[in-house]
Structures are given as structure tokens and as C-alpha cells.
């Protein structure tokens, strides 16, 4: 007792450090990561603080399609509202489109007839009567109404951003209106994002990336002006938007948004089937095959054309899409009118369409977060799989497995970054990662697999990846990781980190499931960084998983863990056992081991990522009740090791080593 006062109060003082020595840092594999210091619009717990704000921006927009010319023209008024504590005195805006010009960044970086490349078309937006609008509004109690001010404003262009240089200053939390005018050629393969292609003689086509959108400014960079290079997505202020599309007039239009007009532009018939179409559990035709391109499907009328005009609240974007021939079914769920539009040359796949966009929004719903939108649609055309709020493009050539999963993960990112709105150009992983992450259980669910608790694969394939040398940390940009490997680095590698952490660290998935409940909930129509996602992950479960972030995310460190050897010594009856364990790696885990003793019997123990605490070397002293004739790590292939030869005591005669 005396030794153990003594050595107390040696440590009540700091220890003196030797004259010549300064203090050590922590270069532990387990050092606390290092994030941006919390503030009261970022909490440390993960949390969008009281001060948190972000810009909202609403649209009003009225666009034309000529078919004959393959041409767009159109235009919007813009309200944006600075919520922020900045005065503005530029707005920056997206132009998309301008990827197609001959001398844009993104043509330089990729051949011609790569999938997000022009195949050679040369386009770009043209960009016209762009004007600060100030003032206006209706007459109130007997006042007339305010007088409405125009000033002109030059666009100052730079590749596919360009920036509006404000006539007056922009105060915190006040508005500003913006008018122009666009148009543009629409592309056949629009990067593989957008596009148009003829099926059955007649042209579809699939809209998107299609007007000036305003860029996002943030409490963490300002504003966001990453080039649109092509590989790279998007990151977009959220707001309301009121869309008027003119097409010809044998042509059907779909939109994100709810169809305001449905008089004027259906049947009574196609009316009546979509009403009931949402109050069934079944796939109904709005359009059936043996109508579709018949002027049957279009409203009593002389006109040349339709105007189809939709509405969307609290999205940040909307696309659509166009065809005269289009087969239409549906089908509802808790008041959601699940929709697929598709060409009749599709239709041996494609009638399954709404039964599995059916059965996505269900199960993230249920599993993640509630859907909050009153439509889902999928689109077969050109395009191979591209998300926007409410609407997928999807291959108009996918059946069966291969169009549940492309449908599967496209309506995935209604969630990621549709409603948790991540800047994927900076982040990839943060929309694809995690949506790659719950497209596995949706996927299990549809074909009625049971959930499994073992790697389902995940880490027997990354333990395969990462032992290439091909590894790049997740944390790279998308335009800068090679684009054959963007479907690992973006896509994979952070989905399947996520199922090793929820499956085999974690070690109980209704802490990892509650976790990142609360992410989404968090930052459900908000604006997170990684930081607000570690955070939130750690608040939640209560663990520190800094080595996990740091080796996954930030780095390619592996995962490598041996049993060494093992010795047993008989004292008195006991039989003690020490295990000598290793971790020839850089990123630990914890160590799942499956014990084998000379009756054939077995026994399974877990010893906790602690045990790495002092370094790379641990011995497990253990009494065993029967004598030990084998030690397997990892037996069933939770962690992606790198090297499994070292995985078994004793070591199995030739066995390989990576």
C-alpha cells in the first residue's frame, strides 16, 4: 500500500522535462484526428449550431424546346436571400453547360469519348439581359404599388462559373432579384449527365445542369467556385422553384416538382389513372405501351404546343425530361406517387421499374429517413445513371439485377446530397460513399436476403484493393482522383468502410444505425462537412474513432494483424495460454479470434482496438479449460486484411504471402 501512495504522489506534480528535451507529440496511430475548431454555427458534438445559416435561393423559370433544332431557350428571375452575417456585393452562379465549350478546362482533361466528355460537341450557354430587379410589388391597403428598378448587369464569365457583380450592395439577411436570359444546344452525350437519343424514330430527351444556378456560399469557404471539370458533381443552395417547360405539343414532359396543370396538358383519362395510381400498391399505366405516341395520349386541342408547368419545394435543382412516345406507369406509398417514364424499345425491363422504385423509397424511408417529397420518378434514356431531386435518369438498356441496381443507388441520392447536401466536388464520398453504403441493404431487402452480420465481401474485395499499391485517400477531390479508380476511392472504399464499421467494429449495428439516423437528421436540407459527420458518428456511438477517420479517410493506411505464436504452460491443472499477436499494419482494428482446442471444439472472443494502445506488439495471457491446437484471426473475414497468411496458427505449410 506504502508503494502504491509513493508512486501517487509522484505524479501530483508534473514530472521536470530534461533540459534538453521539448515535449513529445503524439504521433500515435490513435492521436485525437484534428478538425477545425468548433464554433456556435458548428458544434463540437456534431451539430449545426444556433448560429448556423445558409444562403436560400428561389427560381422561376420559363424554358422552350425546339425539337427541330435541339435547342433550349428560356428564362428565370432569381430571388436570393442572404442569410448570411456577410455583406454581398457579387452573387457567383454554375453554368454547366459551358463544359461543352471547345475551350473549357474540362475538354483539356479528358479524351473525347470519355463517359463525362462531349464525344466532340461543341455547346455552351449563352447568357443574355442579365438584370438586378429592385423594388415592384402589388398595391397594399389602398398604396399603390412600389416602383419596380432595373439595373443592367454584365456578366463577368470564368469557364463554367460566372459572376454577377451586384448594382448594390447585398446586406445580410435581405434579397435580391435577378433576370436573365439563356439558351442552349442540347448535347446527344451531355457528359453522360444529360442528353437526348432517338428512340422508335422519335427524339428523348433528358435535361439537366440546363440554367444559371447560384453557387453555394458558406460559413466554411465562402463561396464555392470549383470548375466543373466533368468527373466532379455538384453542391447548390436549396429553395423553391416554379418551372413552365414548351414542348411540341404530341410531346410528354416530366419534372421534379408536382405538375400544376394536369387539365391542360392530360386526359381526363391519364388523370383519373394517376389518382389512382396513388392509393395502389401495384404498377398501373398512365400510358400504356399500345398507346404510347398516340395522339390519343394528348389533351382535345389546336395548339402547336404545351406548357407543362411544375412546381418543387426545398430542392436545390430540377430536371426533366421529354418524349412524344413515352410508356407512363405508377404506382403509391404513404402518399408518394412512385412514377417511370420509359420508350416503348425498353419495355422488356422496364415494366419493373416502378415496382423497385417502389420498394427504394420504402425501405431508405423506413430504414434512414422519412422521404419528404411527393413524387419519385425514373427515366430510361441515354443516360447510363444520373440523380437529381425527385428524378433519375437511368440505362434505357438495364433489365433485371442491373436495373434494380442502377434504380437502387440513383433514387439512394435523394438522400445523399438531395436532402443531406454535401459539396460532392470537393467530397465525393459523402453522397456516393454512403449512398453505395444503404444501397447493400436495400439490395438485400428486394431480393429477400436475410441482413448478414460478415463482410457480404466488402472487405475480402477492399483487402484485394488495397494491397494493389492502386489506393488514393477517400479525401480527394473527384476531378483528381483517375477516373478507373473513382468507382473504388468515391464510391466503394468509403461505402464498404462504413459497412466494416457498422458491422465489424462497432460490433452492434443499432449503434452504428442510431448514429447515422442523427447525421441525417442533423443535417437533413442543410450543408455538412466530414467534420460534422466524424463528429456526429463519435457523439453518437461514444467512441473516439479518430484512427479509423485518419486511416480510411485522410490516408491508405492497411489493415494487416497476425498471430504470431502460441505457448501454453500446465501449472497444477491450469492450463495458461499466451497469445502473441501483431499488427504488421498501420490502421487497427479490433481482433476477432476463433480458438480451436484438441477436442475439436471452438470458442469466439474479441479483443478490443485497446489492446494497439502501446504499440504493435500484444500478449493475451488466458486460461484456457482444454489445450489449444489452433488460433485463427479474422475467420470470418470482417476486416479487409491485407495479408491473411499470417491470420493462422500454426502457420499452414506453403502458405502465401501477398
Known amino acids: 500500500m506504502v508503494g502504491v501512495v509513493l508512486v501517487a504522489a509522484m505524479f501530483q ?97 479528358a479524351s473525347p469519348d470519355a463517359r463525362f466528355a462531349s464525344e466532340g460537341f461543341v455547346g455552351g450557354i449563352q447568357l443574355t439581359n442579365v438584370q438586378a430587379i429592385r423594388g415592384g410589388g402589388p398595391a397594399v391597403r389602398g398604396r399603390p404599388a412600389a416602383r419596380e428598378e432595373r439595373a443592367a448587369i454584365r456578366p463577368a464569365v470564368n469557364g463554367t462559373m460566372v459572376r454577377f457583380d451586384l448594382d448594390q450592395p447585398l446586406p445580410p439577411r435581405s434579397s435580391v432579384k435577378l433576370a436573365m436570359e439563356f439558351a442552349f444546344n442540347v448535347p446527344e452525350h451531355g457528359a453522360d449527365r444529360m442528353g437526348r437519343k432517338q428512340y422508335d424514330g422519335s427524339w428523348l430527351y433528358e435535361i439537366a445542369q440546363w440554367q444559371p444556378r447560384a453557387a453555394v456560399y458558406d460559413d466554411v469557404r465562402g ?14 443552395e436549396f429553395g423553391d ?59 382535345a386541342g389546336s395548339s402547336p404546343t404545351l406548357t407543362w408547368h411544375f412546381k418543387a419545394s426545398n430542392v436545390h435543382d430540377v430536371a426533366w425530361a421529354a418524349a412524344p ?47 419528404p417529397w411527393p413524387t419519385a420518378i425514373n427515366i430510361a434514356g441515354p443516360v447510363e445513371g444520373m440523380e437529381y431531386p425527385q428524378i433519375v435518369f437511368c440505362s434505357d438498356g438495364a433489365v433485371g439485377p442491373n436495373l434494380f441496381d442502377v434504380t437502387t443507388h440513383e433514387l439512394g441520392h435523394e438522400w ?27 439490395t438485400l431487402t428486394y431480393y429477400k436476403h436475410p441482413e448478414v452480420s460478415g463482410d457480404s465481401g466488402q472487405a475480402a474485395q477492399l483487402g484485394m484493393f488495397m494491397r494493389s499499391g492502386l489506393d488514393v ?63 456526429t458518428m463519435e457523439d453518437n456511438t461514444g467512441e473516439d474513432l479518430s484512427y479509423f477517420w485518419r486511416g480510411w479517410f485522410f490516408r491508405t493506411d492497411r489493415v494487416d494483424q497476425s498471430i504470431d505464436s502460441v505457448t501454453t504452460r500446465d501449472s497444477a491443472g491450469v492450463a495458461t495460454s499466451r497469445l502473441f499477436l501483431s499488427m504488421p499494419g498501420t490502421l487497427p482494428m479490433p481482433v476477432d479470434l ?55 496458427w500454426p502457420r499452414t505449410a506453403g502458405t502465401p504471402t501477398p
Do not use: C
Not at 419493373?352 to 430504414?367: G, N, W
Not at 445523399?416 to 436495400?442: A, K
Not at 482522383?481 to 467494429?505: D, E, S, T, W
Not at 486460461?623 to 499470417?646: G, L, M, Y
Open 325 to 371: 412516345n413515352f410508356i407512363w406507369d405508377a404506382s403509391g406509398w404513404n402518399g408518394i406517387l412512385m412514377q417511370s417514364f420509359y420508350p416503348p424499345s425498353a419495355d422488356s425491363g422496364w415494366h419493373e421499374s416502378t415496382k423497385m422504385v417502389r420498394h427504394t423509397i420504402k425501405h431508405y424511408s423506413e430504414k434512414w429517413f422519412q422521404y
Open 13 to 109: 506534480q508534473p514530472l521536470p522535462l530534461p533540459r534538453s528535451q521539448s515535449p513529445i507529440a503524439d504521433t500515435s496511430m490513435f492521436k485525437r484526428l484534428e478538425l477545425p475548431t468548433p464554433t456556435s454555427i458548428r458544434e463540437g458534438s456534431g451539430r449545426p449550431g444556433p448560429a448556423y445559416w445558409q444562403q436560400r435561393v428561389d427560381y422561376q423559370v420559363a424554358a422552350t424546346l425546339d425539337v427541330s433544332t435541339h435547342r433550349v431557350t428560356g428564362s428565370q428571375t432569381v430571388t436570393y436571400h442572404n442569410n448570411s452575417p456577410d455583406t454581398l456585393t457579387y452573387l457567383w452562379f454554375q453554368l454547366d453547360q459551358n463544359l461543352f465549350r471547345d475551350d473549357s478546362r474540362g475538354s483539356f482533361l
Open 594 to 648: 476463433r480458438v480451436t482446442f484438441n477436442d475439436g471444439t471452438s470458442d469466439r472472443m474479441r479483443l478490443p482496438v485497446e489492446i494497439w494502445y502501446l504499440g504493435n506488439k500484444y500478449i493475451w495471457i488466458h486460461h484456457f479449460a482444454k489445450p489449444v491446437t489452433r488460433v485463427e484471426i479474422d475467420p470470418d473475414e470482417n476486416f479487409p486484411d491485407v495479408n491473411r497468411s499470417n491470420n493462422a
Open 223 to 236: 463561396w464555392n467556385t470549383e470548375q466543373y471539370l466533368g468527373q466532379g458533381e455538384f453542391y447548390r
Open 416 to 442: 445523399f446530397p438531395m436532402i443531406v447536401s454535401s459539396n460532392e466536388r470537393l467530397y465525393p464520398w459523402m453522397d456516393e460513399g454512403f449512398n453505395t453504403f444503404i444501397n447493400i441493404y436495400s
Open 241 to 299: 422553384w416554379d418551372v413552365s417547360i414548351t414542348v411540341p405539343r404530341d410531346y410528354v414532359v416530366l419534372a421534379t416538382g408536382t405538375l400544376q396543370n394536369r387539365a391542360e396538358v392530360l386526359t381526363s383519362e391519364e388523370i383519373r389513372r394517376q389518382d389512382a395510381a396513388l392509393h395502389s400498391d401495384s404498377t398501373i399505366p398512365i400510358i400504356a405501351k399500345a398507346e404510347a405516341g398516340s395522339a390519343a395520349t394528348r389533351p
Open 473 to 535: 485517400p477517400i479525401m480527394t477531390p473527384a476531378d483528381r482522383i483517375n477516373g478507373q479508380l473513382l468507382g473504388v476511392a468515391g464510391y466503394f472504399k468509403p461505402g464498404g468502410g462504413l459497412y466494416i464499421l457498422r458491422h465489424g467494429m462497432l460490433g452492434d449495428t443499432t449503434r452504428f444505425d442510431s448514429a447515422f439516423r442523427e447525421y441525417i437528421r442533423r443535417w437533413a436540407f442543410h450543408h455538412p462537412t466530414p467534420t460534422d459527420f466524424f463528429r
